[in-house]
């Protein structure tokens, strides 16, 4: 998708079971797709994937006319190029885009400006982002997450104490929460520089139903699985890109210390139990956290358990 070093690894690049219970996979998944004797074409990675991250919720994953496919809740979804889709809407899917199963990176790379030739393609992914917005099937993920309005999500939602602040957050991930909070505060005991970002935490959000901005797509703060926090200043740095190119409209040239950054130990706490950190994305949002261990699982960082 793209050719710096920076950004290729954001979303193209980049076991113990990964499990909210006890429940064992119904295949057995290998711990890196991409280090192994083992060759997955990509539908089978990402359906591994899910199975690994959910199997109290996947009951199977197997190969169906031609395509991966997973049995969640009675219902078969089908990879689809990524889709994600339920059989009966297979047929009429042309105006739907995939889900996004990237390759989370462990750490990131060195920054580099990029060249104005990648600088034209960002601007294009901007331009088209707005025009054309996305637009994906929350089919799949309203099923795994059993919500599918906003009835629905606020009855699946509960108000839980997060790093000194009040959340809403899905209940299923309220367990995660805790244990990432637990390794923060242990943290900050030997690591001055998380203390200091825990004292100046100023606002935290959990739960809100809303789209993802300029998409059609549902966010994954609609499912009560992504938290948002910031500091009470963020000292003239840059947090979410589309905030940073209403002052900068080539935000791709912002670099790394320009940016908002939590201490690594904190992004590594998160990612422990589950959480992927927006600020390796190319369209930064580096105050958002979500839930989402298959990505983690797809990167070779299978979340931990139990602590």
């Not at 993802?212 to 797509?217: D, K, V």
């Amino acid at each position: 998708m793209k050719l710096t070093p920076v950004y290729v690894l954001f979303f193209l690049s980049a076991v113990s079971v990964f499990s909210m219970g006890k429940k064992q996979a119904a295949v057995e998944p290998v711990s890196n797709p991409y280090q192994s004797e083992h060759t997955y074409d990509r539908a089978e990675q990402v359906m591994r994937a899910l199975l690994a991250a959910y199997p109290n919720q996947i009951e199977k994953i197997e190969l169906r006319n031609g395509d991966w496919a997973l049995l969640l809740r009675g219902t078969w979804f089908f990879y689809a190029d990524g889709k994600m889709l339920p059989e009966n809407l297979l047929g009429d899917s042309s105006g739907i885009n995939p889900q996004p199963f990237y390759n989370y990176i462990k750490e990131l790379p060195a920054w580099k400006k990029p060249t104005p030739e990648e600088a034209a393609r960002y601007k294009d992914m901007a331009n088209n982002r707005s025009k054309n917005p996305l637009r994906r099937s929350p089919h799949f993920f309203d099923a795994l997450w059993r919500i599918s309005n906003r009835d629905e999500a606020y009855q699946r939602v509960k108000t839980i104490r997060f790093l000194g602040k009040s959340v809403n957050v899905h209940f299923m991930i309220m367990e995660n929460l805790a244990l990432v909070e637990e390794q923060i505060r242990a943290d900050a005991k030997a690591d001055p520089q998380v203390q200091v970002w825990l004292n100046g935490i100023n606002t935290l959000e959990g739960w809100t139903w809303r789209n993802i901005a300029q998409t059609q797509s549902r966010s994954f703060h609609s499912y009560g699985l992504a938290v948002d926090l910031l500091p009470k200043s963020l000292g003239g740095k840059e947090t979410y890109w589309l905030w940073a190119s209403k002052k900068k409209p080539e935000w791709w040239n912002i670099s790394y210390n320009e940016r908002y950054h939590p201490p690594t130990a904190v992004i590594k706490a998160f990612e422990n139990y589950g959480f992927v950190w927006g600020g390796k994305w190319l369209f930064f949002d580096t105050m958002h956290f979500e839930y989402r261990p298959e990505i983690l699982i797809l990167g070779g960082m299978p979340p931990e358990t139990r602590r």
